[in-house]
């Protein structure tokens, strides 16, 4: 056993101690919403299936459909080898959902929120200041991490504290939320927040990953369908953990080019153009 092994068993028994080390438990789906588990039928309210959409019938079809048509994955990144006409299928019909001049999907929505912050706030001359909601999700964090920045924290959906934060910042200003915070479940403010936002000429990025097919008009989002959400107070938001939809501070006809722009801006993420300056390099 190597000096490294000792070192993983002494921090598993010190885990193990503080009743704190974690297991992978093996569950087998049975009925849609449940799930088995050392024989025990238990109601699965934890995962992002607790409706059982994932078996329904007429997804399991569509996906069997199109596994024999283009697959079982895409190859290797779209930027490398190309997108799918599925792709381009998908995200025609995730903009026309949400009412938006572009959609781009990724693999996750951890996947998402990294790659996008990193893409957004490492543009150049952007001089970004973060300001976030204590609780928003790990991946919004790293996803600021990832662009060298650390955000800088308003206490949970106290906006009087974000808009303080936010008079003493001289810099470019971006605003991290959830509209429906994942570990809480409780919402954010989101027709007072796009206030703030516009009255200090700062950028709201709103992960919508809990709200997407649940809340708001028609079950599409909770940022639509107000008022105050005007066309040119736009946003950033993430739909379904798979899905980002974009907006922009501009007018209507403009604001779906902006989309597009903006869609444009995040093939080119932080890490494949550091990539491309050493591929440059005598």
Known sequence: MSRLDLLFEADLDRREANQVRRHLRVVTPTAPGHVEHAGRPLLDVSSNDYLGLSRHPALRQRSHEWAERWGTGAGASRLVRGSLPAHALVEAKVAALKGRGAALVFASGWQANAAVLAALLRLPASGATVFADALIHASLNHGVRAAGLRPTLFRHNDLAHLDALLAAAPTQRFILTESVFSMDGDRADLPALAAIAARHDAFLYVDEAHATGVLGPRRRRLDGGNPRHRPG??????????????????????????????????????????????????
């Not at 922009?248 to 300056?277: M, T, Y």
Request: aromatic share 0%; glycine share 8%.
């Open 233 to 282: 107070h736009g946003h950033l938001q993430q739909g379904p953990r798979r899905v980002r939809r974009l907006r922009r501070r501009l007018p209507p006809a403009d604001r779906l080019a902006g989309q597009r722009l903006l869609r444009l801006r995040l093939h080119h993420r932080p890490a494949a153009e550091r990539a491309g300056r050493r591929r440059r390099r005598p």
